[in-house]
């Protein structure tokens, strides 16, 4: 099974950016819809983004307008840029590919997963 590495993970001031990025395999990021997807201790893990194969996206409420998600398709890279983060970004950031080019908020549509990378933002 194939599992994606994140990256770009960090401790920020509150205003700050940051840029994750997530490491796929070639065969299996070409077909597949990606997310990102967070947690933090105690909590279910949070929908925050997802891009179909072109780019189509789909946001949470609470990062629309600050969070892009994007992709490179020649690099089988997926990223995701922050700005103007707050304390209550603070989670486990996970990058999430589903056998589908068809984006989903549903954690349980996505077929394989990372390790995930921490982000911590200061206020």
């Known amino acids: 099974q194939v599992h994606p590495v994140e990256s770009g993970g960090g401790l920020v001031q509150a205003g700050g950016s940051l840029r994750l990025s997530c490491a796929a395999s070639?065969?299996?990021?070409?077909?597949?819809?990606m997310a990102w997807f967070r947690q933090t201790p105690g909590k279910e893990r949070e929908f925050v983004a997802a891009i179909s194969l072109g780019t189509i996206t789909s946001y949470a409420d609470s990062v629309k307008g600050r969070f892009t998600i994007s992709r490179d398709n020649a690099r089988d890279t997926l990223y995701l840029q922050m700005n103007s983060l707050k304390p209550e970004d603070t989670a486990v950031y996970y990058c999430?590919?589903?056998?589908?080019?068809?984006?989903?908020?549903?954690?349980?549509?996505?077929?394989?997963w990372g390790q995930g990378t921490q982000v911590t933002v200061s206020s």
């Open positions: 070639g065969r299996t990021f070409s077909g597949s819809a």
């Open positions: 999430a590919g589903r056998s589908s080019y068809v984006i989903s908020s549903n954690s349980t549509n996505y077929n394989y």
